[in-house]
């Protein structure tokens, strides 16, 4: 069974500053700097007006003249939902994140631990200690489905029966000693697709790869998850490709396995700003926090291979980019050639930058075998035949496309070079 965990409205509640500035009022995120002049998430106030999320800003001030912007804050909803994922985690709970407010976890190893699926879902509320929206179901698309569809501080759970042409039954919680079996046989996606099918179209808005879908097929008078399922899948791919194939998918029941998220120690070096707050001066300020943070003690000789780098601005509000580098680094002047660029996507003057190590790589020094050293082997023989493409493709990416080539021979009895080998590019 998936558990799914829904925070309503969880970057606009961290931007507002709290659940009570959100209500009755009509509140939305203003567009990023820079960025697309679109609104971020909306109160329920604006909601109620006409204004969605992604919404262009003329549009939604048109709708909802009372419409206030209030400045993203992605500093703070980073260290909110980190705290958040961490007391999940503290359950015993191995979490997929898909994005901040959203969560999904397997409840299968937590039964025995917290007393059946009802004792899981009981003990994330009290983890949380805030209103939070919980479903459970046979797939994390189910669960979401669940999840959005209540509104009491009871969970919807759509609880698989497992017997032979076993459904689906939702109902509001689960009682104790309910847990099944680990070796009974998988729940039918036939009955997960059942109770999908009157669920709206608009739930395709929470997963990334789908999302876009949303708008054609309102247009296209398809309304329902049902109606979607009821499509050829032909035709689907036809029309939208592989976001289209996967939308229907996840309406006839079917989903990919949760994928787990790692937690990983991070290390983190700040620094507050007086006058070092743009141009060389905080690029200064940069090499200083990239210095500190190869210098802790708990880095333990490990190379970086994501950072965030992270501001609180002058002028109110936060902003945050991550960097993931294109191989694992411990050279101060590599990282910082890596770093500096990004300080240019800075909206306005910051008062505050902190740098944080959020995946590491293998120690220094320490680098896989480019050739296979055990030939007899199909599957290390593929994994450095794919390692092997990707250091080509690195070296043509920096050098052009002569840069990786293979010798040939071509007339190994020829008396001249030239004639014996040529040189021909590597193939990728």
Known sequence: MVVCVHLPRFELTVAAGGAEALAGHALAIAPAPGGEARVGEVSGAAEAQGVTRGMALGEALARCPRLRLVAGDPLGVAQEWGRAARALEGIGAALELPRAGLAY??????????????????????????????????TRFCALAAALEVRSRRARIVAPSFAQGGAFAARGSVPHGSARDAHSTQPDHRAARRYLASRPVTLLGFRAETAA??????????????????????????????????????????????????????????????????????????????????????????????????ARLVEGGTWRERVVLREALSDPRRMRLALAPRLALLPAPAAYLRLEAERFGPPEGAQGALFDPDPTSPARREEHRGRLREAVAQVRAAAGPEAALRAVCVDPDSRVPERRVVFTPFPG
Do not use: K, M, Y
């Open 105 to 138: 976890f397997e409840s299968d190893g937590l039964l025995g631990l917290h007393g059946g699926e009802e004792g899981v879902v009981a003990a994330a509320r009290q983890a949380l200690r805030r209103p939070v929206r919980v479903g459970a179901g046979p």
């Open 213 to 310: 879908l949303v708008e054609p097929l309102a247009r296209l008078g398809i309304d329902t998850l049902g109606e979607l399922a009821a499509l050829g899948r032909d035709a689907v791919a036809d029309r939208f490709g592989a976001p289209g194939v996967l939308a229907r998918r996840l309406a006839r029941g079917e989903d990919d396995p949760l994928r787990t998220h790692i937690a990983e120690e991070r290390l983190r070096e700040s620094l507050e700003l007086e006058e070092a707050n743009s141009g060389p001066a905080l690029e200064r300020v940069l090499g200083v926090l990239v210095d500190r943070l190869l210098a802790r003690p708990e880095r333990r000789g490990r190379t970086l291979r994501a950072l965030t780098l992270s």
